[in-house]
């Protein structure tokens, strides 16, 4: 009997992803999305890659008689939601927006679910709750630090909620995946990264520049304490991380967890900076981008990368795809939504 994933926020960049590892991997899934954060083209490049219609409920989570009624419909043997606002800066202008989407849609969530007799839920988290790190690589025991933004704290928020709920409803699982920086596309350009506006993360603007929708990228600072200026991060391919959500389903449903909440770093555990991944890019992509130096950003930390050992020992994943084909699909994206 084919196990079924509900994916809340799964038309979007990480859920589309995840989607389509789910259903290769030979599960069920059922998308639930109020697409107030993207539009049907991930939604319809996740069925031209899997062949098939996948069942999609349009709904919103912040409305808990609708989140009841799709657990009365379905029965769900796990969910992975990401089902949140997750602009950074926006969280920042608009902090009541982010705690009462992002809260009050995980704790509808956990109530139905609960209420549906119990499930296997899994948390998209990010590596923002460890705030600047002192110590590197970060591993899970690493100290969580004050957020650096409403959004950030949202997710510290939602990991405390899951590991209450886990520790007082025992019919509850739960794992936290803590993402560093998701990059890239799939590699059938067909679903990739859909910024709203000017994007804010890196890649993406480094497309879009690339491709002339922007006029220069901007490096925010090079007076860091690094080899070269810039800030250290861990870029991890978009299908590595989709593929850790389907190591860590499996480790559910299978009942393999060794305690009721676990936490998981997904990064590849390399630092790379800024101008790597910029130069990267530019030879990768034969494309002789416009790039200048702008003062910091506001809120940005120096370095942070991961210590992915626990999810290699545990989930038994770990990063492969080469950052040269991970920039490249992205670029493949890029042309792909420009109609080159
Ligand atoms: C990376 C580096 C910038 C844009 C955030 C969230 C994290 C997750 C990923 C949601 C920084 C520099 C960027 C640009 C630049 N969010 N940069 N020019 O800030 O590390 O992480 O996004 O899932 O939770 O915190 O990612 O891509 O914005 O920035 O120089 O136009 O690139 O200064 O050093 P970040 P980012």
Redesign the pocket.
């Known amino acids: 009997m084919k196990k079924t994933v509900l994916v809340p926020g799964g038309a979007g960049y990480i859920g589309s992803h995840v989607t389509v590892e789910l259903i290769e991997s030979g599960y069920d899934v059922v998308i639930a999305d109020n697409m107030s954060n993207c539009d049907e083209t991930n939604y319809r490049g996740v069925c031209q890659i899997v062949g098939r219609e996948v069942p999609f409920v349009k709904m919103d989570f912040c409305d808990a008689e609708a989140v009841k009624a799709l657990f009365k419909k379905y029965h769900f043997d796990a969910v992975i939601h990401f089902a949140a606002f ?1 602009a ?1 800066g926006e969280s920042m202008t608009e902090p009541l927006k982010y705690y009462s989407n992002n809260i009050l849609s995980f704790t509808n969530m956990l109530q139905a679910a609960l209420d549906a007799g119990g499930c296997n839920i899994l948390f998209s988290s ?3 709750v460890y705030g600047e790190p002192e110590k590197f690589p970060v591993t899970e025991a690493s100290p969580r630090q004050d957020a650096t933004s409403p ?2 704290n949202t997710k510290k928020m939602c990991e405390d909620i899951l590991f209450d709920s886990v520790r007082a409803y025992p019919t509850l699982k739960g794992i936290a995946l803590r ?1 560093f ?2 990059i890239g596309a799939h590699p059938s350009a067909l679903i990739g990264e859909l910024p709203r506006g000017v ?5 993406p ?1 480094i497309t879009q520049t690339a491709i002339g929708k922007r006029e220069s ?5 090079n007076d860091y304490p690094t080899s070269d200026g ?2 250290l ?1 861990d870029f991890i391919d978009i299908v590595d991380l989709a593929k850790a959500h389907v190591c860590a389903v499996r480790r559910m449903i299978e009942g393999k967890m060794e305690q009721d909440y676990e936490i998981y770093n997904i990064g590849t555990g390399r630092p790379l900076s ?1 101008m790597e991944l910029l130069n990267s890019f530019i030879r990768v992509s034969g494309v002789k981008l416009n790039w200048h130096f702008a003062p910091r ?1 506001a809120g ?1 930390i120096t370095a942070i990368w991961a210590d992915p050992t626990l999810a290699q020992q545990k989930l038994g994943w770990k990063a492969e795809r080469k950052l040269d084909d991970t920039l490249a699909s992205a670029w493949a994206w890029e042309k792909h939504l420009a109609g080159k």
């Open positions: 997750k950074v990010s590596a923002t959004y950030g993402y920086n998701p994007p804010n993360n890196l890649v603007f990228l901007s490096v925010f600072g810039t800030c991060r800024v950003r940005d």
